[in-house]
């Protein structure tokens, strides 16, 4: 399977715990995003890359969330000292060179409790 | 920013048509995305428009007015597997994706 593939699916953790995620693009693809989607909503942007380079953070970010793409290949999402609202799927997305077309990963459902 | 609305519900009989409506306000707009997304899984893409007019791909066809702000997403032919949350989304020139809160069709026997 050539698709984006996220891991670990489900994550459960306690209050305070921290937590990484990691998402690996379509090959080639130079752009890779992080969204969060909560039940009933659209996924929200939170952050993406261009290659290693870190382009843009959503104001939803706080500094408790960090994200990393240290090759330009595969990224990781870490949520220090977790809180229950950040319960929600995780979605990693990526596109090619010049493209608008952003290919999904099965995402990373996270309940913190 | 991104201002994207479409209705939160829709219910059609197998067989049927269903027209999920979005509009949207904007700036700097690059294409009108529609994506389905069934519970607990990735959205998948269904169609991209950047023109004005009307794209169809087989039962799925997608609209876009680009002066109306104001797209839709026709499904004909509706079949069980077609329930599912629908997405519109709209891409600008930051590369970003900014998504409705999506509508939920069910379809019914």
């Known amino acids: 399977d050539t698709g984006v593939s996220q891991n670990p699916r489900h994550k459960i953790t306690k209050r305070g715990q921290n937590v990484t995620f990691r998402c690996d693009p379509i090959s080639e693809h130079n752009r890779l995003y992080w969204y969060r989607q909560t039940l009933g909503q659209g996924p929200e942007f939170l952050t993406y890359?261009?290659?290693?380079?870190?382009?843009?953070k959503s104001r939803l970010l706080s500094d408790r969330f960090s994200a990393e793409r240290p090759k330009g290949s595969f990224s990781t999402l870490e949520i220090q000292r977790t809180e229950q609202g950040d319960s929600a799927m995780y979605l990693c997305?990526?596109?090619?060179?010049?493209?608008?077309?952003?290919?999904f990963g099965p995402g990373t459902r996270l309940t913190v409790t | 920013g991104q201002n994207i609305d479409q209705p939160t519900e829709m219910t059609a009989t197998e067989g049927a048509i269903v027209q999920i409506n979005c509009t949207y306000q904007?700036?700097?707009?690059?294409?009108l995305f529609w994506y389905q997304q069934h519970a607990g899984e990735a959205p998948t893409f269904l169609s991209y428009?950047?023109?004005?007019g009307l794209e169809e791909k087989g039962r799925f066809s997608s609209f876009l007015s680009r002066s109306k702000g104001y797209s839709y997403l026709l499904l004909k032919e509706l079949q069980m597997k077609d329930s599912a949350s629908y997405l519109c989304?709209?891409?600008?020139?930051?590369?970003?994706?900014?998504f409705g809160a999506g509508t939920t069709v069910t379809v019914r026997a």
């Open positions: 904007t700036s700097g707009f690059n294409g």
């Open positions: 428009n950047v023109l004005d």
């Open positions: 890359f261009q290659n290693e380079a870190q382009l843009e």
């Open positions: 997305a990526s596109a090619g060179t010049g493209a608008y077309e952003q290919y």
């Open positions: 989304a709209v891409i600008a020139n930051d590369y970003k994706l900014s």
